[in-house]
Protein backbone atom coordinates (compact mmCIF):
# COMPACT_ATOMS: atom_id res chain seq x y z
CA UNK A 1 0.00 0.00 0.00
CA UNK A 2 3.07 1.94 1.07
CA UNK A 3 5.79 0.60 -0.11
CA UNK A 4 8.93 2.39 0.49
CA UNK A 5 7.67 5.43 2.77
CA UNK A 6 9.40 4.00 6.19
CA UNK A 7 12.41 1.59 6.96
CA UNK A 8 14.27 -0.22 10.18
CA UNK A 9 12.98 -1.00 13.57
CA UNK A 10 13.57 0.62 17.00
CA UNK A 11 16.14 3.04 17.13
CA UNK A 12 16.72 2.60 13.45
CA UNK A 13 13.01 3.75 12.11
CA UNK A 14 13.41 5.95 9.70
CA UNK A 15 10.53 7.69 7.42
CA UNK A 16 11.75 7.84 3.41
CA UNK A 17 11.61 10.47 1.07
CA UNK A 18 13.03 11.18 -2.19
CA UNK A 19 15.71 13.61 -2.67
CA UNK A 20 16.47 15.12 -6.06
CA UNK A 21 19.94 15.22 -6.88
CA UNK A 22 19.57 18.42 -9.10
CA UNK A 23 18.05 21.01 -6.61
CA UNK A 24 18.12 18.80 -3.30
CA UNK A 25 14.38 19.46 -2.79
CA UNK A 26 13.31 16.29 -0.95
CA UNK A 27 9.85 15.00 -1.26
CA UNK A 28 7.63 13.06 0.85
CA UNK A 29 5.79 10.63 0.10
CA UNK A 30 8.09 10.14 -1.33
CA UNK A 31 8.04 11.48 -5.54
CA UNK A 32 9.75 9.18 -7.68
CA UNK A 33 8.57 10.46 -11.02
CA UNK A 34 9.99 14.11 -11.72
CA UNK A 35 11.43 16.42 -9.35
CA UNK A 36 8.24 19.13 -8.62
CA UNK A 37 10.19 21.90 -8.04
CA UNK A 38 9.04 24.33 -10.78
CA UNK A 39 12.98 26.36 -11.55
CA UNK A 40 14.55 22.68 -11.39
CA UNK A 41 15.29 20.73 -14.75
CA UNK A 42 14.76 18.03 -13.27
CA UNK A 43 17.46 14.64 -11.78
CA UNK A 44 17.10 11.40 -10.67
CA UNK A 45 15.47 11.15 -7.35
CA UNK A 46 16.76 9.25 -4.49
CA UNK A 47 16.06 7.50 -1.85
CA UNK A 48 16.20 9.36 1.34
CA UNK A 49 15.97 8.47 5.42
CA UNK A 50 14.10 11.76 6.60
CA UNK A 51 15.05 13.14 10.68
CA UNK A 52 13.54 11.34 13.09
CA UNK A 53 12.80 13.90 16.03
CA UNK A 54 10.39 17.06 14.85
CA UNK A 55 8.29 19.47 16.44
CA UNK A 56 4.69 20.06 16.89
CA UNK A 57 3.35 22.42 14.50
CA UNK A 58 -0.18 21.31 15.17
CA UNK A 59 -2.41 18.24 16.20
CA UNK A 60 -5.72 16.95 16.38
CA UNK A 61 -7.87 13.92 17.16
CA UNK A 62 -10.69 12.02 15.51
CA UNK A 63 -13.03 11.47 18.05
CA UNK A 64 -15.56 9.77 15.64
CA UNK A 65 -14.70 6.44 13.58
CA UNK A 66 -13.46 7.77 10.11
CA UNK A 67 -14.88 6.38 6.99
CA UNK A 68 -13.85 3.78 4.74
CA UNK A 69 -10.90 3.39 3.42
CA UNK A 70 -9.63 3.76 7.23
CA UNK A 71 -9.50 0.45 8.60
CA UNK A 72 -11.42 -0.29 11.83
CA UNK A 73 -14.01 -2.67 13.63
CA UNK A 74 -17.25 -1.75 13.52
CA UNK A 75 -17.64 -3.90 16.09
CA UNK A 76 -15.61 -2.32 18.57
CA UNK A 77 -16.37 1.08 20.06
CA UNK A 78 -14.53 3.69 18.42
CA UNK A 79 -11.06 4.68 19.90
CA UNK A 80 -9.87 8.39 19.25
CA UNK A 81 -6.17 8.55 18.53
CA UNK A 82 -4.58 12.01 17.89
CA UNK A 83 -2.96 13.42 15.18
CA UNK A 84 0.40 15.09 14.81
CA UNK A 85 1.34 17.56 12.07
CA UNK A 86 5.60 17.72 12.68
CA UNK A 87 8.12 20.30 11.26
CA UNK A 88 11.28 18.41 10.47
CA UNK A 89 13.68 21.26 10.77
CA UNK A 90 16.46 19.77 8.77
CA UNK A 91 13.79 18.96 5.99
CA UNK A 92 12.02 22.45 6.48
CA UNK A 93 8.78 20.34 5.73
CA UNK A 94 6.03 19.22 7.96
CA UNK A 95 5.02 15.95 8.36
CA UNK A 96 1.15 14.56 9.47
CA UNK A 97 0.67 11.15 10.97
CA UNK A 98 -0.76 9.24 13.93
CA UNK A 99 0.17 9.53 17.51
CA UNK A 100 0.95 6.53 18.70
CA UNK A 101 -1.88 4.64 21.49
CA UNK A 102 -2.14 6.35 24.54
CA UNK A 103 -0.91 9.58 23.54
CA UNK A 104 -3.81 12.47 23.66
CA UNK A 105 -4.55 15.80 22.87
CA UNK A 106 -4.09 16.78 26.71
CA UNK A 107 -0.39 15.77 26.30
CA UNK A 108 0.60 17.79 23.69
CA UNK A 109 1.39 21.13 22.60
CA UNK A 110 2.87 23.37 19.67
CA UNK A 111 6.43 23.16 19.27
CA UNK A 112 6.96 19.58 21.62
CA UNK A 113 9.55 17.41 20.25
CA UNK A 114 8.24 13.89 19.02
CA UNK A 115 9.97 11.25 17.28
CA UNK A 116 8.70 8.72 14.50
CA UNK A 117 8.32 5.24 15.88
CA UNK A 118 7.24 2.26 13.93
CA UNK A 119 3.24 1.41 15.14
CA UNK A 120 0.37 -0.65 13.79
CA UNK A 121 -2.34 0.36 11.33
CA UNK A 122 -4.65 -2.69 11.40
CA UNK A 123 -4.52 -6.30 11.54
CA UNK A 124 -6.49 -9.36 11.63
CA UNK A 125 -6.16 -13.10 11.06
CA UNK A 126 -3.86 -12.55 7.71
CA UNK A 127 -1.90 -9.42 8.08
CA UNK A 128 -0.15 -6.90 10.07
CA UNK A 129 -0.52 -3.40 8.16
CA UNK A 130 2.09 -1.17 10.07
CA UNK A 131 2.53 2.07 9.71
CA UNK A 132 4.49 5.46 10.86
CA UNK A 133 3.43 7.50 14.27
CA UNK A 134 4.79 9.99 16.03
CA UNK A 135 5.82 10.15 19.99
CA UNK A 136 6.43 12.74 22.21
CA UNK A 137 10.25 12.56 23.69
CA UNK A 138 9.63 14.35 26.42
CA UNK A 139 11.81 17.03 25.77
CA UNK A 140 9.74 20.04 25.63
CA UNK A 141 11.81 22.98 24.98
CA UNK B 1 -13.83 49.17 -17.46
CA UNK B 2 -13.00 46.24 -20.30
CA UNK B 3 -13.33 42.57 -18.99
CA UNK B 4 -16.59 42.68 -17.05
CA UNK B 5 -19.63 40.74 -17.48
CA UNK B 6 -23.07 40.93 -15.91
CA UNK B 7 -24.80 39.00 -14.06
CA UNK B 8 -28.04 39.12 -15.27
CA UNK B 9 -29.75 36.22 -13.40
CA UNK B 10 -29.22 34.31 -9.71
CA UNK B 11 -31.15 31.35 -8.35
CA UNK B 12 -30.71 28.41 -5.87
CA UNK B 13 -32.53 25.47 -4.82
CA UNK B 14 -32.74 25.86 -0.82
CA UNK B 15 -29.62 23.93 0.88
CA UNK B 16 -31.18 20.50 3.31
CA UNK B 17 -30.80 17.20 3.17
CA UNK B 18 -33.52 16.36 0.86
CA UNK B 19 -33.16 12.55 -0.89
CA UNK B 20 -33.35 13.99 -4.23
CA UNK B 21 -31.10 13.89 -7.17
CA UNK B 22 -28.12 16.87 -8.18
CA UNK B 23 -30.16 16.92 -11.15
CA UNK B 24 -32.92 18.00 -9.57
CA UNK B 25 -31.51 21.24 -7.72
CA UNK B 26 -29.95 22.30 -10.58
CA UNK B 27 -32.63 22.71 -12.92
CA UNK B 28 -34.70 24.33 -10.28
CA UNK B 29 -31.54 26.65 -9.45
CA UNK B 30 -31.47 27.05 -13.41
CA UNK B 31 -34.77 28.14 -13.89
CA UNK B 32 -34.73 30.44 -10.91
CA UNK B 33 -31.82 32.54 -12.46
CA UNK B 34 -33.01 32.14 -15.92
CA UNK B 35 -36.10 33.55 -14.46
CA UNK B 36 -34.57 36.27 -12.87
CA UNK B 37 -32.56 37.34 -15.82
CA UNK B 38 -35.88 37.39 -17.82
CA UNK B 39 -34.68 34.82 -20.06
CA UNK B 40 -36.00 32.07 -22.44
CA UNK B 41 -33.89 28.29 -21.74
CA UNK B 42 -33.52 28.70 -25.94
CA UNK B 43 -31.54 31.83 -25.63
CA UNK B 44 -29.00 30.68 -23.37
CA UNK B 45 -25.97 30.16 -26.19
CA UNK B 46 -23.36 28.04 -23.51
CA UNK B 47 -24.48 26.11 -20.45
CA UNK B 48 -21.14 25.56 -18.40
CA UNK B 49 -21.81 22.71 -15.50
CA UNK B 50 -19.62 22.41 -12.36
CA UNK B 51 -19.10 18.73 -11.92
CA UNK B 52 -19.92 16.40 -9.16
CA UNK B 53 -17.65 13.32 -7.89
CA UNK B 54 -21.64 11.78 -6.92
CA UNK B 55 -24.40 10.74 -9.33
CA UNK B 56 -21.60 8.48 -11.99
CA UNK B 57 -21.29 9.97 -15.52
CA UNK B 58 -24.38 12.14 -14.93
CA UNK B 59 -22.43 14.19 -12.26
CA UNK B 60 -18.67 14.28 -14.06
CA UNK B 61 -20.53 15.40 -17.51
CA UNK B 62 -22.71 18.24 -15.22
CA UNK B 63 -23.06 20.45 -18.34
CA UNK B 64 -24.32 18.22 -20.57
CA UNK B 65 -26.77 16.48 -18.08
CA UNK B 66 -28.27 19.75 -17.07
CA UNK B 67 -28.66 20.65 -20.63
CA UNK B 68 -30.63 17.60 -21.55
CA UNK B 69 -33.17 17.89 -18.59
CA UNK B 70 -33.10 21.45 -19.27
CA UNK B 71 -34.57 20.32 -22.64
CA UNK B 72 -31.72 19.93 -25.85
CA UNK B 73 -31.53 23.83 -27.36
CA UNK B 74 -28.17 22.88 -29.06
CA UNK B 75 -25.88 25.45 -26.70
CA UNK B 76 -22.93 24.81 -26.46
CA UNK B 77 -21.87 22.72 -23.34
CA UNK B 78 -18.61 22.66 -21.16
CA UNK B 79 -18.14 20.55 -17.87
CA UNK B 80 -15.75 21.68 -15.49
CA UNK B 81 -14.15 19.83 -12.10
CA UNK B 82 -12.27 21.92 -9.30
CA UNK B 83 -13.08 20.15 -6.01
CA UNK B 84 -14.62 23.12 -4.52
CA UNK B 85 -13.56 25.48 -6.89
CA UNK B 86 -15.94 23.82 -9.51
CA UNK B 87 -18.49 26.47 -9.18
CA UNK B 88 -15.92 29.43 -9.49
CA UNK B 89 -13.74 28.01 -12.45
CA UNK B 90 -17.36 27.31 -14.24
CA UNK B 91 -18.22 30.89 -13.83
CA UNK B 92 -14.36 31.88 -14.92
CA UNK B 93 -15.02 29.33 -17.97
CA UNK B 94 -18.45 31.18 -18.71
CA UNK B 95 -17.00 34.33 -18.95
CA UNK B 96 -14.16 33.84 -20.71
CA UNK B 97 -16.27 32.09 -23.30
CA UNK B 98 -18.26 36.24 -23.55
CA UNK B 99 -15.24 38.05 -23.07
CA UNK B 100 -13.66 36.12 -26.73
CA UNK B 101 -17.12 37.21 -28.12
CA UNK B 102 -17.73 33.60 -28.31
CA UNK B 103 -21.39 33.90 -26.62
CA UNK B 104 -23.64 36.49 -25.51
CA UNK B 105 -25.00 34.56 -22.56
CA UNK B 106 -24.14 31.20 -20.36
CA UNK B 107 -26.15 29.51 -18.22
CA UNK B 108 -23.39 28.67 -15.53
CA UNK B 109 -25.29 25.70 -12.92
CA UNK B 110 -23.54 23.51 -10.00
CA UNK B 111 -25.87 21.04 -7.82
CA UNK B 112 -24.95 18.31 -5.43
CA UNK B 113 -26.47 15.57 -3.42
CA UNK B 114 -23.95 14.63 -0.56
CA UNK B 115 -23.84 12.03 1.60
CA UNK B 116 -24.42 11.97 5.17
CA UNK B 117 -21.62 12.48 7.34
CA UNK B 118 -17.95 13.25 6.76
CA UNK B 119 -16.77 13.04 3.24
CA UNK B 120 -15.13 10.03 1.73
CA UNK B 121 -13.12 9.36 -1.53
CA UNK B 122 -14.63 7.35 -4.33
CA UNK B 123 -14.38 3.62 -3.88
CA UNK B 124 -11.49 1.24 -4.69
CA UNK B 125 -8.49 0.42 -3.72
CA UNK B 126 -6.50 3.59 -4.95
CA UNK B 127 -2.93 4.42 -3.57
CA UNK B 128 -2.10 6.72 -6.56
CA UNK B 129 -4.86 8.75 -4.98
CA UNK B 130 -3.72 11.18 -2.31
CA UNK B 131 -7.67 11.78 -1.28
CA UNK B 132 -7.48 8.07 -0.61
CA UNK B 133 -4.05 7.41 1.13
CA UNK B 134 -5.07 10.75 3.53
CA UNK B 135 -7.85 8.57 4.63
CA UNK B 136 -5.96 4.64 4.41
CA UNK B 137 -3.24 5.67 6.14
CA UNK B 138 -4.11 8.48 8.31
CA UNK B 139 -7.69 8.39 9.08
CA UNK B 140 -6.88 11.82 8.05
CA UNK B 141 -10.82 13.45 7.44
CA UNK B 142 -11.62 17.21 6.18
CA UNK B 143 -12.05 18.30 10.25
CA UNK B 144 -8.58 16.80 10.98
CA UNK B 145 -7.15 19.64 8.56
CA UNK B 146 -9.88 22.12 10.41
CA UNK B 147 -8.77 21.17 13.72
CA UNK B 148 -4.92 21.74 12.72
CA UNK B 149 -5.66 24.85 11.23
CA UNK B 150 -7.74 25.75 14.80
CA UNK B 151 -4.90 24.44 17.09
CA UNK B 152 -2.40 26.54 15.28
CA UNK B 153 -3.93 29.41 15.32
CA UNK B 154 -4.65 29.22 18.98
CA UNK B 155 -0.41 28.50 19.71
CA UNK B 156 0.42 31.20 17.12
CA UNK B 157 -1.96 33.92 17.55
CA UNK B 158 -4.19 33.32 21.06
CA UNK B 159 -7.06 32.37 19.64
CA UNK B 160 -9.57 30.43 21.71
CA UNK B 161 -12.31 28.15 20.76
CA UNK B 162 -14.67 30.69 22.45
CA UNK B 163 -13.73 33.08 19.71
CA UNK B 164 -14.13 30.29 16.96
CA UNK B 165 -17.97 29.93 18.35
CA UNK B 166 -18.52 33.66 18.03
CA UNK B 167 -18.41 33.15 14.58
CA UNK B 168 -20.65 30.43 14.42
CA UNK B 169 -23.01 32.57 16.63
CA UNK B 170 -22.73 35.35 13.62
CA UNK B 171 -23.12 33.11 10.61
CA UNK B 172 -26.28 31.37 12.32
CA UNK B 173 -27.53 35.03 13.04
CA UNK B 174 -27.50 35.59 9.05
CA UNK B 175 -28.81 32.13 8.01
CA UNK B 176 -31.61 33.07 9.69
CA UNK B 177 -32.30 35.36 7.67
CA UNK B 178 -31.71 33.52 4.48
CA UNK B 179 -34.89 31.72 2.83
CA UNK B 180 -32.09 29.03 0.77
CA UNK B 181 -30.11 28.53 4.14
CA UNK B 182 -30.36 24.48 5.32
CA UNK B 183 -29.88 25.91 9.29
CA UNK B 184 -32.51 28.93 9.73
CA UNK B 185 -32.15 28.96 13.39
CA UNK B 186 -29.67 31.34 15.58
CA UNK B 187 -27.32 29.65 17.57
CA UNK B 188 -25.59 30.92 20.98
CA UNK B 189 -22.15 30.35 21.73
CA UNK B 190 -23.15 28.17 25.05
CA UNK B 191 -24.67 25.42 22.10
CA UNK B 192 -21.26 25.58 20.70
CA UNK B 193 -19.78 24.65 23.34
CA UNK B 194 -22.01 21.83 24.49
CA UNK B 195 -21.81 20.53 20.89
CA UNK B 196 -19.52 17.40 20.79
CA UNK B 197 -15.93 17.74 19.93
CA UNK B 198 -14.63 16.42 16.22
CA UNK B 199 -11.57 17.29 15.68
CA UNK B 200 -10.18 19.15 18.80
CA UNK B 201 -10.54 21.74 19.30
CA UNK B 202 -13.78 21.75 16.65
CA UNK B 203 -16.77 20.84 18.33
CA UNK B 204 -20.02 19.86 15.60
CA UNK B 205 -21.46 23.76 15.56
CA UNK B 206 -17.24 24.67 14.00
CA UNK B 207 -17.81 22.55 11.06
CA UNK B 208 -19.86 22.97 7.99
CA UNK B 209 -22.36 19.69 7.90
CA UNK B 210 -22.72 18.28 4.01
CA UNK B 211 -26.03 19.34 2.22
CA UNK B 212 -27.76 19.04 -0.67
CA UNK B 213 -28.67 22.08 -2.88
CA UNK B 214 -27.91 23.82 -6.02
CA UNK B 215 -26.89 27.30 -7.69
CA UNK B 216 -27.31 29.03 -10.94
CA UNK B 217 -26.03 32.72 -12.33
CA UNK B 218 -26.88 33.33 -16.00
CA UNK B 219 -23.70 35.77 -17.06
CA UNK B 220 -23.98 37.64 -20.44
CA UNK B 221 -21.51 40.58 -21.66
CA UNK B 222 -22.28 44.19 -21.19
CA UNK B 223 -24.15 44.82 -24.60
CA UNK B 224 -26.01 41.78 -24.04
CA UNK B 225 -27.34 42.95 -20.87
CA UNK B 226 -27.90 46.76 -21.88
CA UNK B 227 -29.86 45.56 -25.15
CA UNK B 228 -31.83 43.59 -22.85
CA UNK B 229 -32.68 46.44 -20.94
CA UNK B 230 -30.61 46.11 -18.27
CA UNK B 231 -29.11 49.86 -17.61
CA UNK B 232 -26.64 48.94 -14.41
CA UNK B 233 -26.14 44.92 -13.72
CA UNK B 234 -24.40 43.71 -11.42
CA UNK B 235 -20.98 43.31 -12.93
CA UNK B 236 -17.98 40.26 -12.16
CA UNK B 237 -14.96 42.46 -12.77
CA UNK B 238 -12.54 39.61 -11.42
CA UNK B 239 -12.04 35.96 -10.99
CA UNK B 240 -9.08 34.40 -9.65
CA UNK B 241 -7.95 30.64 -10.07
CA UNK B 242 -4.51 30.81 -9.54
CA UNK B 243 -2.39 27.81 -7.98
CA UNK B 244 -0.05 27.38 -5.18
CA UNK B 245 3.63 28.42 -5.76
CA UNK B 246 6.10 25.53 -5.11
CA UNK B 247 7.05 25.01 -1.94
CA UNK B 248 3.85 25.28 -0.40
CA UNK B 249 4.37 25.26 3.12
CA UNK B 250 0.73 24.76 4.61
CA UNK B 251 -0.16 21.77 4.91
CA UNK B 252 -3.62 21.37 2.82
CA UNK B 253 -5.86 18.73 2.17
CA UNK B 254 -5.25 16.15 1.15
CA UNK B 255 -1.75 16.25 1.59
CA UNK B 256 0.11 14.14 4.08
CA UNK B 257 3.41 16.39 4.08
CA UNK B 258 3.95 20.03 2.90
CA UNK B 259 6.47 20.45 0.09
CA UNK B 260 10.30 20.78 1.56
CA UNK B 261 11.77 24.46 1.48
CA UNK B 262 15.23 23.04 1.34
CA UNK B 263 15.91 23.98 -2.24
CA UNK B 264 13.33 26.74 -2.24
CA UNK B 265 12.67 29.68 -0.42
CA UNK B 266 8.91 30.20 0.30
CA UNK B 267 6.74 32.98 -0.95
CA UNK B 268 6.34 35.64 1.17
CA UNK B 269 2.88 35.21 1.39
CA UNK B 270 0.96 32.09 1.36
CA UNK B 271 -1.48 30.31 -0.96
CA UNK B 272 -4.78 31.43 -0.06
CA UNK B 273 -3.33 34.66 0.34
CA UNK B 274 -2.25 34.95 -2.99
CA UNK B 275 -5.38 34.27 -4.17
CA UNK B 276 -6.88 37.09 -3.41
CA UNK B 277 -4.83 39.28 -4.16
CA UNK B 278 -4.86 37.86 -7.62
CA UNK B 279 -8.62 38.88 -7.67
CA UNK B 280 -8.12 42.10 -6.42
CA UNK B 281 -5.36 42.97 -8.98
CA UNK B 282 -7.72 42.03 -12.00
CA UNK B 283 -10.55 43.97 -10.19
CA UNK B 284 -8.65 46.93 -9.60
CA UNK B 285 -9.86 47.43 -6.23
CA UNK B 286 -8.53 46.50 -2.59
CA UNK B 287 -9.84 45.43 0.34
CA UNK B 288 -10.86 48.63 1.35
CA UNK B 289 -12.75 49.16 -1.27
CA UNK B 290 -15.26 45.98 -0.26
CA UNK B 291 -18.56 46.36 0.91
CA UNK B 292 -18.92 42.18 1.69
CA UNK B 293 -17.41 39.20 1.86
CA UNK B 294 -18.39 35.44 1.06
CA UNK B 295 -15.71 33.14 2.44
CA UNK B 296 -15.53 29.31 2.83
CA UNK B 297 -16.38 28.59 6.27
CA UNK B 298 -15.46 24.73 6.25
CA UNK B 299 -14.73 25.66 9.97
CA UNK B 300 -15.06 28.61 12.64
CA UNK B 301 -11.46 29.20 12.69
CA UNK B 302 -10.92 29.29 9.42
CA UNK B 303 -13.16 31.97 8.99
CA UNK B 304 -11.02 33.91 10.59
CA UNK B 305 -8.15 33.02 8.52
CA UNK B 306 -9.55 34.14 5.54
CA UNK B 307 -10.03 37.61 6.99
CA UNK B 308 -6.61 37.84 7.18
CA UNK B 309 -5.91 36.12 3.55
CA UNK B 310 -7.83 38.77 2.12
CA UNK B 311 -6.58 41.41 3.76
CA UNK B 312 -8.74 42.80 5.82
CA UNK B 313 -7.14 43.24 8.75
CA UNK B 314 -3.28 42.15 9.68
CA UNK B 315 -1.82 38.92 10.15
CA UNK B 316 -2.97 37.19 13.80
CA UNK B 317 -5.83 39.83 13.88
CA UNK B 318 -8.91 37.87 12.64
CA UNK B 319 -10.16 37.75 16.28
CA UNK B 320 -9.93 41.49 16.49
CA UNK B 321 -11.63 42.15 13.97
CA UNK B 322 -14.40 39.62 14.61
CA UNK B 323 -14.58 41.05 18.46
CA UNK B 324 -14.60 44.54 17.09
CA UNK B 325 -18.07 43.66 15.10
CA UNK B 326 -16.57 44.59 11.99
CA UNK B 327 -17.85 41.51 10.17
CA UNK B 328 -21.05 41.43 11.60
CA UNK B 329 -24.42 42.99 9.61
CA UNK B 330 -23.97 46.79 9.99
CA UNK B 331 -19.66 46.35 10.85
CA UNK B 332 -17.34 48.01 8.35
CA UNK B 333 -16.84 44.57 6.39
CA UNK B 334 -19.66 42.04 6.43
CA UNK B 335 -18.48 38.34 6.65
CA UNK B 336 -20.88 35.57 5.23
CA UNK B 337 -24.05 37.90 5.20
CA UNK B 338 -25.61 34.53 3.40
CA UNK B 339 -25.09 32.64 6.69
CA UNK B 340 -21.74 30.66 5.14
CA UNK B 341 -21.46 27.10 4.97
CA UNK B 342 -22.09 27.57 8.36
CA UNK B 343 -25.59 27.95 7.70
CA UNK B 344 -25.60 25.93 4.18
CA UNK B 345 -23.39 23.03 4.40
CA UNK B 346 -21.60 22.35 2.01
CA UNK B 347 -23.02 21.03 -1.58
CA UNK B 348 -19.36 21.08 -3.22
CA UNK B 349 -20.10 22.28 -6.85
CA UNK B 350 -22.92 24.58 -6.31
CA UNK B 351 -21.22 26.69 -3.45
CA UNK B 352 -18.51 28.74 -5.22
CA UNK B 353 -21.61 29.61 -7.12
CA UNK B 354 -24.36 30.31 -4.51
CA UNK B 355 -21.44 33.10 -3.04
CA UNK B 356 -21.77 34.73 -6.50
CA UNK B 357 -25.55 34.62 -6.22
CA UNK B 358 -24.97 36.28 -2.82
CA UNK B 359 -22.58 39.42 -4.03
CA UNK B 360 -25.54 39.45 -7.08
CA UNK B 361 -28.59 40.22 -4.22
CA UNK B 362 -26.62 42.63 -2.01
CA UNK B 363 -25.16 44.21 -4.60
CA UNK B 364 -29.08 45.08 -6.34
CA UNK B 365 -30.01 45.74 -2.80
CA UNK B 366 -32.22 43.23 -2.84
CA UNK B 367 -31.16 40.95 0.35
CA UNK B 368 -33.92 41.60 2.09
CA UNK B 369 -33.34 41.22 6.32
CA UNK B 370 -29.51 40.76 5.41
CA UNK B 371 -28.95 43.40 2.76
CA UNK B 372 -25.65 45.47 3.44
CA UNK B 373 -26.63 49.00 3.05
CA UNK B 374 -25.46 50.81 0.19
CA UNK B 375 -23.57 47.81 -0.94
CA UNK B 376 -20.88 48.56 -4.08
CA UNK B 377 -17.94 46.06 -4.32
CA UNK B 378 -17.96 42.58 -2.31
CA UNK B 379 -15.35 39.31 -2.91
CA UNK B 380 -15.95 35.41 -2.60
CA UNK B 381 -12.89 32.87 -1.77
CA UNK B 382 -12.98 29.39 -1.29
CA UNK B 383 -10.66 26.61 -1.31
CA UNK B 384 -10.64 23.44 -2.99
CA UNK B 385 -8.53 19.95 -3.03
CA UNK B 386 -5.45 19.77 -5.00
CA UNK B 387 -4.19 23.32 -5.13
CA UNK B 388 -7.86 25.09 -6.32
CA UNK B 389 -8.89 27.81 -5.40
CA UNK B 390 -11.08 31.05 -6.30
CA UNK B 391 -12.17 34.54 -5.64
CA UNK B 392 -14.74 36.34 -7.21
CA UNK B 393 -14.74 40.18 -7.16
CA UNK B 394 -18.39 41.56 -8.64
CA UNK B 395 -19.36 45.52 -8.56
CA UNK B 396 -22.43 47.96 -9.17
ZN1 LIG C 1 14.99 19.25 -8.48
Not at chain 1, 37 to 42: E, K, L, R
Not at chain 1, 70 to 75: A, I, N
Not at chain 2, 106 to 112: E, I, M, N, Q, S
Not at chain 2, 233 to 242: G, L, Q, Y
Request: aromatic share 8%; net charge negative; proline share 6%.
Amino acid sequence: MVTGWFTGDGEDFRLLGTRCRACASVFFPREDIHCRNPGCAGGPLEEVPLSRRGRVWSYTDARYRPPSPYVTDPELPWEPYALIAVELAAERMVVLGQAVPGVTVADLTVGMEVEAVPGVLHEDAERTWTTWQWRPTGVTA
Amino acid sequence: MTGEVAVLGAGMHPWGKWGRGFVEYGVVAARAALADAGLDWRDIGSVVGADTVRGGYPGYVAGATFAKALGWQGARVTSVYAACASGAQAVDTARAQILSGRVDVVLVVGADAAPKGFFRPAGGERPEDPDWLRFRVLGATNPTYFGLYARRRMAVHGDSPEDFAQVKVKNAAMGALNPYARYRKRVTAEEVAASAVVADPLRLLDICATSDGGAAVVLSSMEFAHRHGVAEPVRIRAVSTVTPRYPNTVLDLPDIATDSAVAVEPATETFRTSLTRAAYEEAGVGPEDLSLAEVYDLSTALELQWYEDLGLCGEGEGVKLLREGATAPGGRIPVNTSGGLASFGEAVPAQAIAQVCELTWQLRGVAGDRQVEGARAGITANQGLFGHGSAVIAVR
